[in-house]
T-cell receptor, first 113, second 114 residues
Framework: ETGVTQTPRHLVMGMTNKKSLKCEQH?????MYWYKQSAKKPLELMFV???????ENNSVPSRFSPECPNSSHLFLHLHTLQPEDSALYLC????????????FGQGTRLTVV | GDSVTQMEGPVTLSEEAFLTINCTYT??????LFWYVQYPGEGLQLLLK?????DKGSNKGFEATYRKETTSFHLEKGSVQVSDSAVYFC?????????????FGTGTKLQVIP
């Protein structure tokens, strides 16, 4: 148990669907992240939030839309995805952005059909 | 930009064998270096870290030494166990202005057989 909880664990969605991934942490951390993990590729940082403000967006397509309503919750809203978006989406949190230890959730395995 | 290069896996070892997973990096300054481990069905967990040259990080029998002259941070363990089977990620953290960016390698899968 790392203290970071992601739901759902698995998600299958069609290209015209809209869904959301949820991440929750109660570690008192100020920074939260979304990563994309694809086979044989480095972990890709998608979004970073620090104190509920987005501090980095690594040229992620607009079909991925993050939301951080408070320091404990992070969402990733998905719409009109492509099959190549199928991957494991990992949420992480840390006390401060970067540098310090990041705690990861178990991930959401997303399959776009 | 910053990058991390790891040896490709999978690495398959017998129990009690010696493990080395190579990691080299490129960075503009003086990054902190990390090894994360991902067990099947789990997220990543920090295994060890080193924040400056010649530091040695260690945890659970694993060690890695920050070598600035060779820009390397190789992971070693003297005697692996079946329970060490997982994917291992090397990472670096660098930045300024209150924000540090973490860059991960591709991961190396380790399989330990009894």
């Amino acid at each position: 148990e790392t203290g970071v909880t992601q739901t759902p664990r698995h998600l299958v969605m069609g290209m015209t669907n809209k869904k959301s991934l949820k991440c929750e942490q109660h570690l008192g951390h100020n920074a939260m992240y979304w990563y994309k993990q694809s086979a044989k590729k480095p972990l890709e940082l998608m979004f970073v939030y620090s104190l509920e403000e987005r501090v980095e967006n690594n040229s992620v397509p607009s079909r991925f839309s993050p939301e951080c309503p408070n320091s404990s919750h992070l969402f990733l809203h998905l719409h009109t995805l492509q099959p190549e978006d199928s991957a494991l989406y990992l949420c992480a949190s840390s006390l401060e952005p970067g540098g310090t230890e990041a705690f990861f959730g178990q991930g959401t395995r997303l399959t776009v059909v | 930009g910053d990058s991390v290069t790891q040896m490709e896996g999978p690495v398959t070892l017998s129990e009690e064998a010696f493990l080395t997973i190579n990691c080299t990096y490129t960075a503009t300054g003086y990054p902190s270096l990390f090894w994360y481990v991902q067990y099947p069905g789990e997220g990543l967990q920090l295994l060890l870290k080193a924040t400056k040259a010649d530091d040695k990080g260690s945890n659970k029998g694993f060690e890695a030494t920050y070598r600035k002259e060779t820009t390397s941070f190789h992971l070693e363990k003297g005697s692996v166990q079946v329970s060490d089977s997982a994917v291992y990620f090397c990472a670096l953290s660098e930045g300024s202005g209150g924000y540090q960016k973490v860059t991960f390698g591709t991961g190396t899968k380790l399989q330990v057989i009894p």
